[in-house]
């Protein structure tokens, strides 16, 4: 069962910034918060992780709550291009090894 | 380029008719899955492999087989394949996959297989 929760779909205006919200209540101590998108239908793109500090790469930032149950992926100034279906994706221990837990992701559009 | 390959990228078949869809990828990357995404749905694991040999499923692998014989190819085996097994397919492929407690490696797309079970 997928441990996120997020809108199923945004608007952004083109050059503001994207704001994505995931909650993750049920989240544990050392499960990571990982975001993916997925332009149509191609193989989804990593974005970012984090654990519990914020976290920020050339393409987004990834603001995490204190007690860790929710999160926010920022993409600072959104493109045509940055339309896609984003993925809050927990990764958790599953057998000898981690797995992502993938949920219905959000659908963001960036109008002109 | 570094990539991961699929083929084919579409496919129709029938109830019952083996196929194999490929996956490769040219990264030497020893983690290696395959999911599948249904309508309105995130990926669902199905089979990941850890290493040349090293194989185990994943949420979802009732009538899927998958071999590791070389580091770089990952191939689904759908046996006898049926209506249900209707989906897009991805294959992924990551550096390791597993780092302890501490972050897990990026995973790297295919571009995907569009199968149909008629």
């Known amino acids: 069962d997928a441990k996120t929760t997020q809108p199923p779909s945004m608007d952004c205006a083109e050059g503001r910034a994207a704001n994505l919200p995931c909650n993750h209540s049920?989240?544990?101590?050392?499960?990571?918060v990982y975001w993916y998108r997925q332009i149509h239908s191609q193989g989804p793109q990593y974005i970012i992780h984090?654990?519990?500090?914020?976290e920020t790469n050339e393409m987004a930032s990834l603001i995490i709550t204190e007690d860790r149950k929710s999160s926010t992926l920022i993409l600072p100034h959104a493109t045509l291009r940055d339309t896609a279906v984003y993925y809050c994706?927990?990764?958790?221990?599953?057998?000898?090894?981690?797995?992502?837990?993938w949920g219905a992701g959000t659908k963001l559009i960036i109008k002109p | 380029e570094a990539q991961v390959t699929q083929n084919p990228r579409y496919l129709i078949t029938v109830t019952g008719k083996k196929l194999t869809v490929t996956c490769s990828q040219n990264?030497?990357?020893?983690?290696m899955s395959w999911y599948r995404q249904d309508p309105g749905l995130g990926l669902r694991q199905i089979y990941y492999?850890?290493?040349?040999?090293?194989?185990d499923k994943g949420d979802v692998p009732e009538g899927y087989k998958v071999s590791r014989k070389e580091k770089r190819n990952f191939p689904l085996i759908l046996e006898s394949p049926s209506p249900n097994q209707t989906s897009l397919y991805f294959c992924?492929?990551?550096?390791?996959?597993?780092?302890?407690?501490?972050?897990?490696?990026?995973?790297?797309f295919g571009p995907g297989t569009r199968l149909t079970v008629l």
């Open positions: 049920t989240i544990s101590g050392n499960e990571y």
């Open positions: 994706i927990v990764r958790v221990r599953f057998r000898s090894n981690y797995q992502l837990i």
């Open positions: 990264m030497n990357h020893e983690y």
């Open positions: 984090g654990l519990k500090n914020n």
């Open positions: 492999s850890m290493n040349v040999e090293v194989t």
């Open positions: 992924a492929s990551s550096l390791s996959g597993t780092s302890g407690v501490s972050s897990y490696n990026e995973q790297f």
